[in-house]
């Protein structure tokens, strides 16, 4: 029978280093794996599951939101992405290229896509001519490719999957609008489903999408201080139209070039996830997007095995389809070493059903986030269950947002804000003169980075740039990031 | 207001020329486009959304027999490719290779994967150890790399988008119980959810999977009398396993290679749908994938063209969440526009609720098979769509069902195949001895290969070879195929 101890025995604490706590946990609770390609990675079953709970759950709100997904081509010949200059010069440096197919060099060399904008507007010149086809609100569900040379399962792998979200719009006012809703969307996603709680905000323009006019992300605190970008969505204004010459003929009869979007998550949520909730039994996987959200395990000794097995699977049975509950009746393990294993895979809540259970006719709770017991009545599961399950959401969200209010940080002068940054990290909110060279200064003194401007302005008021003390402005959000 | 025979009058008639109509179709219905790459596709949101249905219908009986998702990385390493001798004898005249990444030569080729076999069984040797690590079902929805000479829309493309399920077990017998099983999932959802009848059996020698023991398929015959492989499963015997080391602890302690299996269906599915519904007039989408299984027309006219319009929307609210149904209320396009469009798309069922429906109380309902025309009341639309709907969907396959019976023809002799072979097409049942120099002569005379020896032997008696007379053996499916 294989060790209890095994599992929390090779994952490092998060306090000794948390870098290597976060590549323990991700291996040893099966969501990924190492592939023989440098930088990618195969994403197990179980991490998979993950990801498939937030299309679903994400990709719901974009279809509500009138989206229509489609699929464009991996490939991008080279002229097409180096149309648009700073696109170019953003993405060039990190392209995977095909140079050969079928035995023969190609004429022209194919991008493996890093993000779409330039085949996808390629085919939108084609398919808009009028105010008639507009707004083109579009979605795909893809790999994408970024020849990292750091790379950390879920949060910098040269091969990831998102989503990335094109539209045109016949104005401005229409693309900003629409840029903000899916900034909006985004937030409500990940606060909701995934129980993390994010600043929405404007990026800087050193800190922009190559090729945007505005880019605005959510920002989310890792619980080792660091900031994780968890989306983001650009304002593309008609940098794009003008090159791939996406022109519409308006109400008024003139040709006019349209305004676009683009926004995106990726894979990187699940970084996201961990980061945000786990501890050093492993993951703590919020109820909403949990592959599993209640493990049942029957604890199997000599007296009533049988009854206390079938009981576990009548139970099973009936949650089949109303809740994701698994049944671990598998023999070879001990109830220890299930306990540690589900732990580590963070499914929320593990029912244990044992004789003494039978004989009081229910069975054992216990919550994954605080690790609290109770006794179940049988009768009382259908009830409880998804009231627990919707606790510990809740309970989630609310540690994350009690973590993140204890570390985000006003700083008064810059020596303050280099000690927070170094000392405790977290946010550190601090007025910025809006100077690019002062951004940069901050980074090579701190590095830390704009993470954004909030949009909601907690202090509106503008003071002395926390820098060159000269130049007023806003507060921005800082901290060490992802 | 746009031309109201715009539509069709750009579509080649099927009799005039089969392959143009397709092709002239797939553009009209807003299916793809094509991509500034050779031999690569945008797949249009019309075209996508039916690979959504599939993705749902056909996903939930993959998962239902026990299969999950994971995802595998899109790159591998040539050396990886080449372990199995047969396999990349198969596939490397086709890969699309990438020799340059983040600015550098890389020290490996890697090849975009025309499949996963190579990349997925590198990474089962980690992680199977034992019979309890069996048997392992994993599926993956993705897409693959041919570099093909020849393209066609959705048939043949250099990028398309496919499932892959990829299993291991413990014994031959498992492998191709799975193996059957899957062929089985398949034939299944592609007569119930696609309405198209096929024909499952097992390949040659010759037309076998490059790496497998055995393959099956099911194969289907399109309206121009050519067949079309709609799937395969692969019984992979140990081939794989003996080259990348996949070996499991068996309960008798003994150490064993596995068993494998894969099985695989692709956007090809959408070709097939549009070959063997389609008209003149455009698709002809069975409901159960339709993107849009009922639209609703208002005819405006002056007289009570605000009465009108808020029935179709007061209708149109009613089945939101209940059908796929859209109401097509745009301006600036006539009725007679919009039905040539929406016939074009295959839509159905079309309602159309003009001044005098709304005087009678219900709407006209015209069927996209039949063009039956009737009149349902308000009251008996909630019970009559579902049937209608329902009525269609067995129709469409009725129809492609008779047309096969009556385009499968028993050849006797060599001169009574060829004839049938080139007058009539269709699919040939004929003898054939098991001898590939029988197989390779057929096709290289009439250029109709066999596409398999049917799992429910239709004639089990055995006679002489359709080719050599010498040689005995059952009857193959003959056909000039896509």
């Known amino acids: 029978m294989a060790n209890d101890k095994e599992f929390v025995k090779e994952v490092t604490p998060q306090a000794v280093d948390f870098s290597q706590w976060y590549l323990d946990v991700v291996l040893k609770a099966e969501l990924m794996d190492y592939a023989p390609v440098k930088g990618c990675m195969a994403i197990r079953p179980y991490g998979y599951a993950i990801w498939e709970n937030i299309q679903q759950l994400l990709g719901g709100r974009i279809k509500a939101t009138g989206h229509k997904n489609a699929y464009f081509p991996l490939f991008i010949p080279q002229s097409l992405l180096q149309k648009e200059a700073e696109h170019v010069e953003g993405f060039a440096p990190e392209v995977a290229l095909v140079t050969r197919g079928g035995g023969e060099e190609l004429a022209e060399k194919l991008v493996v896509r890093p993000t779409s904008e330039a085949i996808i507007c390629s085919m939108y010149a084609k398919w808009i001519q009028s105010w008639r086809d507009l707004p083109l609100l579009i979605n795909q569900w893809c790999n994408v490719v970024r020849w990292e040379k750091n790379t950390r399962p879920f949060l910098r792998t040269s091969e990831f999957l998102w989503q990335e979200g094109h539209t045109v719009h016949a104005t401005e006012d229409e693309a900003e609008a629409e840029t903000l809703q899916m900034l909006g969307v985004y937030q409500d996603f990940v606060e909701n489903e995934l129980a993390i709680p994010v600043v929405a905000g404007r990026k800087t323009e050193k800190e922009k999408f190559a090729g945007a006019l505005r880019t605005y992300s959510i920002e989310a605190l890792m619980s080792d201080g660091r900031a994780l970008q968890a989306g983001t969505s650009h304002n593309l204004g008609q940098h794009f139209a003008r090159v791939f010459e996406i022109q519409f003929q308006d109400k008024d009869d003139e040709l006019k070039y349209a305004w676009q979007t683009s926004w995106g998550v990726s ?45 576990a699977r009548e139970l099973a049975a009936r949650f089949n389809g109303k809740l994701r509950l698994e049944l671990d009746d598998r023999e070879g393990y001990s109830p220890g070493w299930k306990f540690n294993e589900w732990e580590m895979k963070g499914v929320p809540l593990r029912l244990e059903i044992g004789p003494r259970d039978l004989e009081n006719g229910g069975v054992t709770a216990v919550r994954r986030d605080t690790g609290e017991k109770s006794f179940v009545a049988e009768g009382d599961l259908m009830q409880q269950l998804p009231l627990i399950l919707q606790d510990i959401q809740e309970n989630l969200f609310e540690q994350a947002r009690q973590f993140r209010q204890e570390n985000t940080r006003h700083a008064e002068d810059f020596d303050n804000f280099r000690n927070i940054i170094s000392e405790k990290r977290g946010f550190v909110l601090a007025h910025w003169c809006g100077d690019a060279a002062c951004e940069e200064k901050i980074k090579e003194q701190t590095k830390a980075t704009i993470r954004c401007l909030p949009l909601k302005e907690l202090d509106g008021v503008e003071g002395p740039c926390i820098c060159c003390y000269k130049g007023r402005g806003k507060k921005a959000y800082f901290a060490r990031a992802y």
């Open 267 to 311: 894979t990187r949520l699940i970084g996201a996830l961990i980061m945000v909730h786990g501890d050093d039994r492993g993951l703590k996987m919020p109820p909403r997007v949990a592959p599993v959200q209640v493990v049942l395990v029957p604890i199997l000794m000599k007296k009533k095995k049988e009854e206390v097995l079938n009981k």
